[in-house]
């Protein structure tokens, strides 16, 4: 053994040494293919450390235990739906469970799937990530779910609704990355550490392989369990293909920013790299985020408080940064009647909001008179988390239209799907929809509307709307200033919530643990469950 491998593998023998007894006991290569999905604990003694020449942490596996994927399973809104639908449609529980830990708790599921189990979800909740029977599942969608996928099928359908491929039976088993290895000496380290080979594989950068999780099908059960349709759940991959994203900008180089400048990716044996990329996965859901920090105990949060505070100011910035432009057309006055029309420019690559049906987005207008005093206003939040004069928020069984135009304070201009069920009725259940009654949420630049596949298209009033086209969406003013004096002052918030209020409180009515939890910690969080991605407000005098 030479010198560099046999002072690494010292390092390595020590960082094993503080692994869990569970870790430690994996420390030689897999035994079987369900051993071939370990915990990130394997990983993170080798994958953090790592700072950049300014001084600045970029430790993988630190990014990672703060982000929504590491904490896919400790998600209380998740657990809480995943109730509700066994106790919707209780002949299926078991395999609804196992299911949604395909995505929520893959690691485990891996693992269960190559002994030709189902995962079950609640006898494991709740979590805790200091269990040897709880580390797979408490591990979320973990390193070694991502970095052992195939590039077989990406991009294609066989591969969707996490239905992916990876390698099975060479021993030691592949993790695929972007890099060659420096040499053969960090490949004998990586299988003395960990048990894995390494491989370079372009697909690691592939939108494809996002795509095999983020385009999600459910299939709609009847009174017998027995699948009766099928909803496209969650369709950001889809959406992305049909714009001008595709080929342009990859999902990952959104949602992971490259460092920057040459950094190691290893704090063993690791030599300064071109091209790495932040692990932080920024996406869209703050208000999860907040709720691991406030309810770290209740949910097992391994991450550290000021590593979620870190990630939710990190989610907030890139949402108000990059998904959305607003802007105001001048307002013209005419007696007691104002017009403006608001344009709404998606920035993203998919609609916005995209995936989870939970999501909305909306117009909160404000105009003023000269001596303060409000005379027209749509799209407040109500404490609780609800809009101001939002139909489906008052009554469950109704929604608000898409609007082309709004003259009355109680129509609000909400971006969202509406999920229906066979019969037409609205529902958040999943299991229990089969369309969208209502989809306009804002497309994507390049996206065309009249040549959607059915999956990803527009539903409703939008589909006839001529202002709602690729890249953004206009909606037009007409409003009554009731006869108070100028000059106006018009304000236009577009805010943004990740789980709505209807969402949650559909939950209310399950007597069951995870689903009460998570009502009371959203209405703690409703005030807050909402933020504002841009604004923009405008003067008009009197004269004019």
Not at 338 to 357: D, I, Q, W
């Amino acid at each position: 053994m030479n010198k560099a491998l046999f002072a690494a593998s010292q390092v390595i023998a020590l960082a094993l040494l503080a692994l869990p007894a569970v870790s430690r006991a994996q420390t030689n290569a897999p035994q079987s293919h369900a051993d071939d999905f370990r915990t990130s604990a394997r990983c993170a003694n080798c994958h953090n450390k790592l700072k950049t020449s300014k001084g600045e942490d970029v430790s993988i596996g630190l990014e990672w235990s703060a982000s929504i994927m590491a904490n896919s399973a400790r998600d209380p809104y998740w657990q809480g739906s995943v109730r509700r639908e066994t106790i919707d449609h209780p002949e299926s529980s078991a395999a609804i469970q196992s299911e949604c830990a395909s995505c929520h708790m893959p690691l485990q599921y891996q693992q269960d799937k190559a002994r030709n189990r189902e995962t079950a979800v609640f006898s494991r909740l709740p979590l805790s990530s200091g269990h040897a029977e709880d580390a797979a599942a408490a591990d979320g969608v973990s390193c070694n779910v991502c970095h052992q996928i195939q590039a077989a099928g990406l991009g294609t359908p066989a591969t969707y609704s996490g239905n992916f491929a990876v390698a099975a039976g060479a021993q030691p088993h592949p993790l695929f990355g972007p890099f060659v290895p420096d040499s053969d000496n960090i490949t004998k380290v990586h299988v003395m550490a960990a048990g894995y080979s390494l491989e370079q594989a372009f697909h690691i950068r592939d939108a494809g392989l996002c795509g095999s999780c983020h385009t999600l099908y459910t299939s709609t059960l009847g009174p017998d369990g027995k699948p009766t349709g099928r909803l496209p759940e969650q369709m950001p991959y889809l959406e992305w293909r049909h714009s001008d994203f595709s080929g342009k900008q990859t999902c990952q180089q959104c949602h992971m920013p490259a460092v920057g400048e040459s950094v190691a990716v290893a704090s063993v044996l690791g030599k300064p790299r071109d091209g790495v990329r932040l692990h932080t996965f920024t996406g869209a859901n703050f208000l999860l985020e907040g709720m691991l920090s406030a309810h770290r105990d209740d949910l097992a949060v391994a991450a550290q408080a000021s590593d979620l505070a870190a990630a939710t100011t990190r989610i907030t910035s890139f949402l108000q940064s990059q998904s959305v432009r607003v802007t105001l057309g001048p307002p013209s006055l005419s007696g007691s009647d104002l017009s403006f029309a608001v344009r709404v420019e998606n920035l993203a690559g998919h609609k916005l909001p995209t995936a989870y049906p939970s999501r909305r987005a909306w117009l909160h207008v404000v105009v003023t008179a000269a001596d303060g005093r409000v005379v027209f206003e749509s799209g407040k939040l109500n404490p609780d988390g609800s809009i101001a004069g939002n139909v489906n928020d008052a009554d469950p069984t109704r929604f608000s239209p898409h609007y082309a135009r709004v003259t009355q304070p109680d129509q609000v201009q909400i971006f969202e799907p509406i999920l229906g069920d066979g019969q037409g009725h609205v529902t958040t259940g999943l299991l229990s929809a089969t369309q969208y009654l209502k989809d306009n949420r804002i497309l994507p630049a390049g996206f065309d509307k009249s040549t959607a596949p059915l999956d990803i298209a527009v539903k409703g009033d939008a589909a006839a709307d001529p202002d709602f086209t690729a890249g953004s969406s206009i909606t037009h003013y007409d409003v009554s200033t009731k006869g108070a004096s100028g000059p106006f002052r018009v304000s236009v918030e577009f805010l943004y919530q990740p789980i709505g209020f209807r969402w949650a409180h559909n939950l209310a009515s399950y007597q069951a643990t995870e689903a009460q939890q998570f009502v009371r910690e959203y209405d703690q969080a409703a005030a807050h469950s909402a933020v504002v991605l841009a604004h923009t407000e405008a003067n008009v005098n009197s004269a004019q």
